[in-house]
């Protein structure tokens, strides 16, 4: 297979046809994503003395609502369609999917941050406050704009009471028997990230079955157990993994701050399809 009709299957196609992730281009956007954030921008943002805690996570999900609100543009099905897709990088669609839309989205928060640390210097402005305010500006006016846009506000609602209702169950369940897990604010903040993206997913294809699952490892899941069991997956590997991370911060094998950037990531990835999916079917004009 020529290198041409290689990229055209597993990474141009895909995009254009709307038939979402395979193998391939999976593995290759996670390996270009590690690289990126593990060899290049949690280096530099440690090297700018940023804290990766709860409160700067706080300060992240503005620029995360942007994102995934933004993306609505680009859905054809949508009652706010603006936007059409495209897999050149060079054209203004391209940013407006995956993977455009991580790219667009991280520039401007990182640019945002730069911006925030350079005017606490000149203007003596908190800077996580500052980076959080640039964020709302961001967000607010999309948010509003798509809120007033709304064609099914019963999905909406479902997901997020099946998200606060699972989440809450967690949380009241690790309560009794004495956990410590969740007393660490960013795990709970993650937890909740990660379920919000199950039950909007759950829901979603439960109810809505004009829709599929893009990504080939979750649709096998679904396809073998159902839509819900997808939710419970979530929940399960979510807290085996802010295990591990805490399990091996205490054992001094990485940072505290670096444990904090992985957490982060876990709240960045759930959070964004998580609210993506949700404003999606609520604003779509398919069903």
């Known amino acids: 297979m020529a290198i041409q009709d290689f990229v055209r299957e597993y990474f141009i196609s895909p995009i254009t046809s709307h038939s979402g992730y395979n193998p391939v281009n999976t593995l290759a956007y996670s390996l270009m994503a590690i690289v990126l954030l593990f060899f290049l921008i949690y280096p530099y943002l440690e090297k700018k003395k940023i804290k990766f805690d709860y409160r700067f996570a706080l300060a992240v999900l503005p620029y995360v609502l942007f994102g995934s609100t933004v993306r609505i543009f680009e859905e054809s099905y949508s009652s ?37 640390i350079k005017l606490s210097r000149k203007k003596k402005w908190d800077k996580i406050n500052t980076f959080r305010n640039i964020g709302i500006v961001l967000a607010l006016p999309v948010v509003l704009w798509h809120l007033t846009h709304l064609t099914h506000y019963e999905a909406f609602i479902s997901i997020l009471l099946t998200a606060a209702a699972f989440s809450g169950a967690v949380f009241i369940v690790f309560g009794k028997v004495k956990s410590r897990l969740f007393a660490d604010r960013m ?101």
């Open 80 to 116: 706010v369609h603006l936007i059409a897709r495209s897999a050149n990088p060079v054209e203004m669609g391209f940013y407006f999917i995956s993977p455009g839309i991580y790219i667009m989205v991280g520039l401007l928060t990182i640019a945002s941050l730069l911006v925030s």
């Open 187 to 287: 795990n709970k903040l993650a937890l909740i990230a990660q379920t919000l993206d199950g039950a909007a997913t759950s829901i979603i294809l439960q109810f809505y079955p004009v829709y599929t699952e893009q990504h080939f490892i979750s649709n096998a899941i679904i396809q073998a157990f159902g839509p819900f069991a997808f939710l419970v997956t979530k929940i399960i590997v979510a807290i085996a993994v802010l295990y591990f991370i805490d399990r091996i911060k205490r054992s001094k094998e990485i940072s505290g701050n670096f444990a904090g950037f992985v957490k982060l990531l876990i709240i960045i990835l759930g959070f964004a399809t998580g609210t993506r999916d949700m404003f999606s079917v609520a604003m779509t004009t398919a069903i």
